[in-house]
Nanobody, 123 residues
Framework: QVQLVESGGGLVQPGGSLRLSCAAS????????IGWFRQAPGKEREGVSC????????YYARSVKGRFTISRDNAKNTVYLRMNNLKPEDTAVYYC????????????????WGKGTLVTVSS
């Protein structure tokens, strides 16, 4: 059974940091490109950051570029999202997703989704 499980969310003050993890089970993550998507209350879901299977390509939304870093450890079957200098507008449920296409300017082709982890940025 293919599963993606996110962890690492929580409550953090503005300017703080969190690291999200996405652990895969039931398949080898190293053959998949992975993306982090988020959805805030009342807003559309958006792609935040994606990484190709070989880590050769990464994508960042303009709103997070320079603050977020995506990485992967294929030996641990895990993808990470390091989030620094968090802002209240980063508050959302963050989802780990397998994707088909990752370039420096785009990320799409969502397939398998995790259940999400909530990130709340508030003082």
């Amino acid at each position: 059974q293919v599963q993606l499980v996110e962890s690492g969310g929580g409550l953090v003050q503005p300017g703080g940091s969190l690291r999200l993890s996405c652990a895969a089970s039931g398949f080898n993550l190293d053959t998949y490109a992975i993306g982090w998507f988020r959805q805030a209350p009342g807003k559309e879901r958006e792609g935040v950051s994606c990484i190709s299977s070989s880590s050769g390509n990464t994508y960042y939304a303009r709103s997070v570029k320079g603050r977020f870093t995506i990485s992967r450890d294929n030996a641990k079957n895990t993808v990470y999202l390091r989030m620094n200098n968090l802002k209240p507008e980063d508050t959302a449920v963050y989802y780990c997703v397998t994707v088909v296409v990752v370039s420096t300017t785009d990320c799409y082709g969502e397939d398998y989704w995790g259940k999400g982890t909530l990130v709340t940025v508030s003082s």
